[in-house]
């Protein structure tokens, strides 16, 4: 009798570990099914983006205080003159086209700046397509993938870059609120899908309720 309880323990072991495994392994392939659903998402909600936006790059020629501090004043004195010289009301499209056409004008108003401070670096401005990594811009957040962008370059540009987003305006200089215009913001939705938006102003939400309720809201 102690022979068959045994035996009958065992089995019933091995058929406890056996469907724990298996438990294990529909979980595992579940959550690997839903983190490639997330990732597709994303991929096809920043593509979208790209395609509405055109982002604004300064890279400082180095990580020294000094070369940090003329980015700084580089990034004002070229977002003032785009204020001012930029048609109303531009479009995207609009937008790229004053840019190519005034990129000689941008590296004469950067170089101006950083006479001003008595710096001689060579400025060089271009508007690429480029990868970029994911990048927090105030409350917003632009995940990784290509973009356009206006690329102003200073002296070697090896050291951090500042950025925003040029068209729709998301550009801030104010460092201590942090918080992007909420017009720009407006008019990123307007031509953006639910779900591009959503990725763009709550990226950690965008993720979380796609891994967990897929298209469910």
Known sequence: MKKRYSVRKKKEAVCLAAALLSAAVLTGFLLVQRGMLVEARTAAAQQELAGEVLRFHVLADSDGAA?????????????????????????????????RAHLKDLEEKARERLEQDG??????????????????????????????A??????????????CCLYPSLCFTDAVTARVPEEGKRQL?????????????????????????????
């Not at 779900?195 to 809201?217: K, L, N, P, Q």
């Open 189 to 217: 939705g307007r031509v953006l899908s639910e779900d591009g938006y959503e990725m763009v102003t709550a990226y950690s939400d965008f993720r979380i309720r796609w891994f967990f309720f897929g298209d469910r809201r």
């Open 150 to 163: 206006l690329r102003v370059r200073i002296g070697d540009a090896r050291g951090h870059n500042w950025w």
């Open 119 to 148: 710096c001689e670096d060579p400025v060089e401005a271009e508007l690429v397509k480029d990868y970029f990594p994911e990048k927090s811009y105030g409350d917003v957040t632009f995940p990784a993938g290509e973009y356009t």
């Open 67 to 99: 070369d940090q501090r003329r980015k700084l004043e580089v990034r004002e004195a070229l977002l003032a003159y785009m204020e001012e010289q930029m048609p109303a009301g531009a479009g995207l499209e609009q937008t790229k086209d004053w840019v």
